[in-house]
T-cell receptor, first 108, second 113 residues
């Protein structure tokens, strides 16, 4: 079936650095959401995008529905950014399809 | 304050016992969800509810049923729990038809012995 491929599966960053997480979609999606699952297991919504780019503090996300991908950029990483990041894409049939997550470790 | 509340936070049951997981939200969201998450994996949709008494099966509904008698409450029921239902269960809600931002509860860690 239609899928969401999330990469990398794991990532280690030093405090103060940055990187990008990516989700590729096998078909055109209507929208994408990004979540952080923190060390306590809570799922926190970060962004909802139907198109374009949104920024919130040190996080920025882009959704390109034509080219079927979305990215989440983290800059100036802090220890509390550690966790697992999930994207979830809204299919044309309104089903939400989840990626398998990127485990992010921030090192002091 | 927008909140999805799940009870209980931790639960241990014996195989064959009935399990009731409760979820509430204070945002008047129409759509509510039950997911399970197993170690190292993403979320799997069990059931989705579009409003009171308007529930649909998700990807893994077998062994589960749900009840939504009030918009703000959505319950997940395991009749005769099995050991392979040991998991972390998350409830979520969203406005409209489910095409909006999801808000998650803090999860219930269920162990079936």
């Amino acid at each position: 079936g239609d899928q969401v491929e999330q990469s990398p599966s794991a990532l280690s960053l030093h405090e103060g650095t940055g990187s990008a997480l990516r989700c590729n979609f096998t078909t055109t999606m209507r929208a994408v959401q990004w979540f952080q699952q923190n060390s306590r297991g809570s799922l926190i919504n970060l962004f909802y995008l139907a198109s374009g780019t949104k920024e919130n503090g040190r996080l920025k996300s882009t959704f390109n529905s034509k080219e079927s991908y979305s990215t989440l950029h983290i800059r100036d990483a802090q220890l509390e950014d550690s966790g697992t990041y999930f994207c979830a894409a809204l299919h044309s049939n309104y089903q939400l399809i989840w990626g398998s997550g990127t485990k992010l470790i921030i090192k002091p | 304050d927008m909140k999805v509340t799940q009870m209980p936070r931790y639960l241990i049951k014996r195989m064959g016992e009935n399990v009731l997981l409760e979820c509430g939200q204070d945002m008047s969201h129409e759509t509510m969800y039950w997911y399970r998450q197993d170690p190292g994996l993403g979320l799997q949709l069990i059931y989705i509810s579009y409003d009171v008494d308007s529930n649909s099966e998700g990807d893994i509904p077998k062994g589960y049923r749900v009840s939504r008698k009030k918009r703000e409450h959505f319950s997940l029921i395991l009749d005769s729990a099995k050991t392979n239902q040991t998991s972390v269960y998350f409830c979520a809600s969203s406005s409209g038809t489910g095409a909006e931002t999801l808000y998650f509860g803090s999860g219930t860690r269920l162990t079936v012995l």
